[in-house]
C-alpha cells in the first residue's frame, strides 16, 4: 500500500486546518512540526518510510514559517544518505492575503523536494478565473506548483473558504495517486 505523510507546521491553527484536508485526501499520515520546529525519532521514520512527503507551511514574512526551516535544515541528515531520492512531494501554504507572497514559500518546499532528488507534483487543477468565479470554487486562487490557501487575518480555522479546502484535498488525493502509480 502507497504511504503519503503530509508534515506541517501551524503556529494558529489554520495551516492544519488545511492540513488535515490535504491527508483526507491522501490518505496520509499528519506530523506536525511543533513550536520548537521538532519532530520525533518515530516521526522522522515515518518520513523515511513514505512514498510521498506532502510539505505543509503557513506563509510568514513572505515564506516558510521559521520552526518548518528549521525542519527543512534538519533534513539535511536524510540529504547526505539520499534517503528520499525518487519520493513523491507536494507542497501547500496558507496565508492571510489573496496573494500574501505564497509562491515563494511554494517555490521553497519544491526547492527542498528537489535538493532531496524527489519527483514534485504540480497542483494539476484549472484555475477559477472567470467573473462567475467565486472562493467556492475549486482553485479560485490559480495556483499551479502547489496548493494555495488563504485565511484572512480575522477568520477563524474553520472559515476558511470551501474552495480552498476542496482544492487542499483534491490535491492531497493527486500527490497520493501519483505515488500509487509510481510504485505499479
Ligand atoms: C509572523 C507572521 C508573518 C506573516 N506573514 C504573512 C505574509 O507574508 N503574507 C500573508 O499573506 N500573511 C502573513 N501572515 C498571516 C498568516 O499567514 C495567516 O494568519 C495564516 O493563516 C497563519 O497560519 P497558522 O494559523 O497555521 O499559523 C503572517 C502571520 C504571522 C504570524
Known amino acids: ?9 501551524s503556529g494558529y491553527g489554520h495551516t ?21 520546529g521538532e519532530i520525533s525519532e518515530q516521526e522522522w ?8 512527503i506532502i510539505f ?26 539520499r534517503g528520499w531520492q525518487d519520493k513523491v512531494f507536494g507542497g501547500f501554504t496558507n496565508s492571510a492575503s489573496l496573494n500574501g507572497d ?28 472567470t467573473l462567475a468565479s467565486t472562493r467556492n470554487d475549486v482553485n479560485n486562487l490559480g495556483g499551479s506548483v502547489g496548493a494555495l490557501i488563504q485565511s484572512p ?5 474553520d472559515n476558511i473558504a470551501a474552495g480552498d479546502l476542496e482544492t487542499a484535498k483534491l490535491y492531497g488525493a493527486r500527490v497520493a495517486d501519483i505515488a500509487r502509480r509510481l510504485r505499479g
Request: proline content about 2%; hydrophobic content about 45%.
Open 16 to 36: 492544519q486546518h488545511v492540513a488535515q484536508y490535504v491527508a483526507e485526501g491522501a490518505h496520509a499520515q499528519l506530523i506536525a512540526i511543533d513550536n520548537n
Open 102 to 129: 505564497k509562491q515563494v514559500t511554494l517555490i521553497t518546499l519544491q526547492t527542498l523536494a528537489s535538493q532531496h532528488g524527489g519527483i514534485w507534483v504540480s497542483l494539476g487543477l484549472l484555475p477559477a478565473n
Open 56 to 81: 505543509g507551511s503557513p506563509t510568514y514574512m513572505g515564506s516558510v514559517a521559521w520552526q518548518f526551516k528549521k525542519f527543512q535544515d534538519a533534513t539535511s541528515k536524510v540529504w547526505f544518505t
Open 1 to 9: 500500500m502507497t504511504k503519503a505523510v503530509v508534515i506541517y507546521y
Open 45 to 52: 521514520e515515518a518520513l523515511n518510510a513514505a512514498d510521498a
Open 153 to 157: 487575518s480575522d477568520a477563524a480555522a
